[in-house]
């Protein structure tokens, strides 16, 4: 029972990482959804940070009741964590969601990990060792995972019917948009920016990896980060939003698609995924929580094939087996760089062979203890007197 209790304490980060994949894979489909039914991208991202800071501060106070003091660098790490990781990429990013379809948007995103890798050796955050074997499989899985993105992104190959189920969300809620329906392997002109967009959004978010693990390290509050950069992204998105946006029946929800989307991004996504990928950069590093993100473009994938009617090809397939490789290999390099560090860690007890024995006495055993230490030694001395008159009487005697 302990071992199995010890693996699923080591395997936290690696669950956590995956159920946040899981979530952001249903908020794109969601955003997708809200986008083809009208709704401002804008004011999507607004929502998403407002609802996200009403459901984390009271938590925050609720859970967190004992935290360390603010200060003025603590804040500052917070407004970069809204914007970099909240209002300026996820505006980016649901821009490009927009301009081209789910999966493509997501393909786009998986050069996180490159993008991290490079950010985390240059901050000093990994080391690249190539010459032992953990640093040489972070850089091959590393660039694995990005070329089964590019695979999938532009190798179409023939054209897979397996997971189809002939359900249609899109025009479910309404006609969209040319450039919402394209799929990840039409070309438009849209594309370009949308392309453009979304590599701006992977570079915001891999620098808010690096500030999130600076942040984590001086400020180890999980729930109050978390609520203190919605709190930030909320601001900016909503600043951002209201200066833009001048249809004020954009800001109308009701109990539609829209609200749902914004609830769920919001809470789930913003809020509780965002927290745990906070521990995961404090328990593990940046790069490894970034390494799961192309685990969202196969998940996307599979959710557009079955619910968007998005095509699925065979370089999807292809692509997606080389992204799940290339995880693979990261998270194996990573297991035994961990292993290494935990052998060279040195020792600070003294090694002890022999077995050592403890006597716990109360105050009355210690009372019974010097009493009779007295009685011996008035005992040991009333023989000596006594042997001393003897040896008197024998030399008298003589």
Same mark, same amino acid.
């Given at each position: 029972?302990?071992?199995?209790?010890?693996?699923?304490?080591?395997?936290?980060?690696?669950?956590?990482?995956?159920t946040?994949?899981?979530?952001?894979?249903?908020?794109?489909?969601?955003?997708?959804?809200?986008?083809?039914?009208?709704?401002?991208?804008r004011?999507?991202?607004?929502?998403?940070?407002?609802?996200?800071?009403?459901?984390?501060?009271?938590?925050?106070?609720?859970?967190?009741?004992?935290?360390?003091?603010?200060?003025?660098?603590?804040?500052?790490?917070?407004?970069?964590?809204?914007?970099l990781?909240?209002?300026?990429?996820?505006?980016?990013?649901?821009?490009?969601?927009?301009?081209?379809?789910a999966?493509?948007?997501?393909?786009?995103?998986?050069?996180?990990?490159?993008?991290?890798?490079?950010?985390?050796?240059?901050?000093?955050?990994?080391?690249?060792?190539?010459?032992?074997?953990?640093?040489?499989?972070?850089?091959l899985?590393t &660039? !694995?995972? =990005? +070329?089964?993105? %590019?695979?999938?992104?532009? *190798?179409?190959? /023939?054209?897979?019917n397996?997971?189809?189920?002939?359900?249609?969300?899109?025009?479910?809620?309404?006609?969209?948009?040319?450039?919402?329906?394209?799929?990840?392997h039409?070309?438009?002109?849209?594309?370009?920016?949308?392309?453009?967009?979304?590599l701006?959004?992977?570079?915001?978010?891999?620098?808010?990896?690096?500030?999130?693990?600076?942040?984590?390290?001086?400020?180890?509050?999980?729930?109050?980060?978390?609520?203190?950069?919605?709190?930030?992204?909320?601001?900016q998105?909503?600043?951002?939003?209201?200066?833009?946006?001048?249809?004020?029946?954009?800001?109308?929800?009701?109990?539609?698609?829209?609200?749902?989307?914004?609830?769920?991004?919001?809470?789930?996504?913003s809020?509780?995924?965002?927290? &745990? !990928?906070? =521990? +995961?950069?404090? %328990?593990?590093?940046?790069? *490894?929580?970034? /390494?799961?993100?192309?685990?969202l473009?196969?998940?996307?994938?599979?959710?557009?094939?079955?619910?968007?009617?998005?095509?699925?090809?065979?370089?999807?397939?292809?692509?997606?087996?080389?992204?799940?490789?290339?995880?693979?290999?990261?998270?194996?390099?990573?297991?035994?760089?961990?292993?290494?560090?935990?052998?060279?860690?040195?020792?600070?007890?003294?090694?002890?062979?022999?077995?050592?024995?403890?006597?716990?006495?109360?105050?009355?055993?210690?009372?019974?203890?010097?009493?009779?230490?007295?009685?011996?030694?008035?005992?040991?001395?009333?023989?000596?007197?006594?042997?001393?008159?003897?040896?008197?009487?024998?030399?008298?005697?003589?």
């Amino acid at each position: 029972m302990e071992k199995i209790r010890n693996c699923v304490y080591e395997l936290r980060p690696l669950m956590f990482m995956v159920t946040v994949q899981v979530v952001f894979a249903g908020a794109n489909v969601l955003f997708k959804l809200a986008a083809n039914d009208g709704m401002s991208l804008r004011v999507i991202v607004a929502y998403r940070f407002v609802f996200a800071t009403v459901f984390m501060v009271p938590l925050a106070l609720i859970v967190e009741r004992k935290r360390p003091k603010l200060t003025w660098t603590v804040l500052l790490q917070a407004f970069l964590c809204g914007l970099l990781g909240g209002s300026l990429s996820q505006n980016l990013y649901l821009e490009s969601l927009a301009l081209t379809s789910a999966t493509f948007a997501s393909a786009m995103f998986n050069l996180i990990p490159a993008v991290t890798f490079v950010l985390a050796v240059a901050f000093r955050m990994e080391k690249l060792c190539l010459n032992n074997m953990s640093g040489k499989a972070k850089v091959l899985g590393t &660039l !694995i995972g =990005l +070329c089964g993105a %590019m695979l999938f992104t532009f *190798y179409n190959g /023939i054209q897979l019917n397996i997971l189809s189920t002939h359900l249609d969300l899109l025009h479910h809620y309404g006609q969209a948009p040319a450039g919402l329906v394209a799929s990840s392997h039409v070309a438009s002109p849209n594309h370009a920016l949308g392309a453009l967009a979304a590599l701006c959004s992977c570079i915001t978010f891999a620098l808010w990896l690096i500030v999130q693990t600076k942040m984590s390290e001086k400020y180890p509050c999980h729930y109050t980060s978390t609520a203190l950069m919605c709190v930030m992204g909320a601001i900016q998105s909503l600043a951002y939003a209201l200066c833009t946006e001048k249809d004020w029946s954009q800001w109308r929800l009701g109990w539609n698609v829209r609200l749902l989307t914004v609830a769920y991004a919001g809470i789930l996504a913003s809020g509780l995924m965002y927290m &745990l !990928i906070s =521990l +995961c950069v404090r %328990m593990r590093g940046p790069l *490894y929580a970034s /390494i799961f993100n192309p685990l969202l473009l196969v998940l996307v994938a599979f959710a557009g094939s079955l619910f968007l009617e998005e095509k699925l090809y065979l370089g999807s397939v292809l692509g997606a087996v080389l992204i799940v490789l290339g995880l693979y290999i990261v998270l194996w390099g990573k297991g035994k760089e961990l292993k290494k560090m935990t052998q060279l860690m040195p020792s600070t007890s003294p090694q002890i062979t022999e077995p050592i024995g403890i006597i716990v006495t109360s105050p009355t055993c210690l009372k019974g203890l010097s009493e009779g230490l007295e009685e011996k030694e008035a005992n040991s001395r009333r023989d000596g007197i006594e042997e001393k008159e003897v040896m008197d009487i024998e030399n008298a005697s003589n």
